[in-house]
């Protein structure tokens, strides 16, 4: 009887820049779409390639942490293409997975499944598909693309069902296009969050800065490009219905613990004023509103 023959294994290939998932082939791609564009940056040597295999064995795993009831979070270690880290927020009629880095193996697959496995994967733009497909194709779930976006999806799957301005995943988990940084930016409303409170989850469609009191809105980061003003207010039209109180961004920290929606509007307004030139830009220290001592943080 002759020994098994190993199999040839197809790399699936990674752009380390963005972090973009791209199916697998025997040669990589010929260029990264998403780098290309003027919202990222293509290395100043060239375009590079990695592939999930050449990760785990150069040591790259994964790191589940308890974030609050009912919600975990999934960071890559090292971090990859913007470094985000997934959430994963968990209903008794199932878990959404939010913004999962590109990086994926077996033990965080186990951890996810240890906790209910997974009805649907989601993002909040294409910087943060990450490896969408495959944690549908873990766990059945399905995968949901904003359709303004969909063109950015590195990977086509069966299991990509199109959504547009508001859909609510599960009960109490409600996606929410707000527009920006890409035209299907969104963020996910889950409102029994914050012991009840409301909680966004909001990837970089509104960045938390690193003070945790106040948000920001950028069309690209790499390029400190901004947002135009009819993009802000839409972000903030957006969210108008909506109850929340912490909100958390793309990375474990930082995050705004209380007082969300309220620093979300309080710092729309102040960076409309900046971009018209309405804001005197050399204040006295007076003049910045304190939001740290009113804000009722714990
Ligand atoms: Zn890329
Ligand atoms: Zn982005």
Not at 64 to 81: M, N
Not at 114 to 140: K, N, T
Not at 225 to 239: C, D, I, M, T, Y
Not at 254 to 280: H, T
Request: glycine content about 10%.
């Amino acid at each position: 009887m002759l020994p098994d023959t190993p199999m040839a294994i197809t790399p699936t290939w990674i752009c380390p820049t963005c972090g973009a998932v791209y199916p697998p082939a025997p040669a990589p791609p010929a260029r990264c779409a998403l780098c290309e564009d003027e919202r990222q940056w293509v290395p100043p040597t060239g375009q590079v390639w990695t592939t999930m295999e050449e990760l785990a064995r150069s040591g790259y795993g994964t790191e589940v942490r308890e974030v609050e009831r009912d919600l975990f979070g999934i960071g890559a270690q090292p971090g990859i293409g913007v470094g985000q880290r997934g959430l994963v927020v968990q209903t008794p009629q199932g878990n959404l997975l939010w913004d999962p880095p590109a990086f994926i193996d077996q033990a965080a697959i186990d951890a996810v499944a240890e906790r209910g496995g997974l009805a649907a994967v989601s993002a909040s733009h294409p910087h943060m598909y990450g490896s969408i497909v495959e944690w549908g194709q873990a766990f059945s779930a399905e995968i949901l693309i904003a359709a303004a976006d969909r063109r950015w999806l590195p990977r086509p799957d069966a299991a990509v069902r199109i959504w547009s301005g508001a859909s609510e995943v599960l009960p109490g988990v409600t996606l929410v296009q707000c527009g920006g940084h890409f035209p299907g930016s969104a963020v996910v409303h889950w409102a029994p969050g914050a012991d009840g409170k409301g909680v966004l989850l909001v990837g970089d469609t509104i960045f938390v800065t690193s003070g945790a009191d106040r948000v920001s809105f950028i069309w690209s980061a790499p390029n400190r490009l901004p947002l135009p003003e009819r993009e802000v207010r839409g972000v903030v039209a957006a969210l108008a219905p909506y109850r929340f109180d912490r909100m958390y961004g793309g990375w474990w920290e930082p995050v705004i613990r209380s007082d969300a929606k309220r620093i979300l509007e309080r710092s729309a307004e102040r960076y409309v004023e900046i971009l018209r030139g309405d804001f005197d830009t050399a204040p006295q220290p007076s003049q910045w509103p304190t939001w740290k001592e009113t804000s009722g943080r714990t």
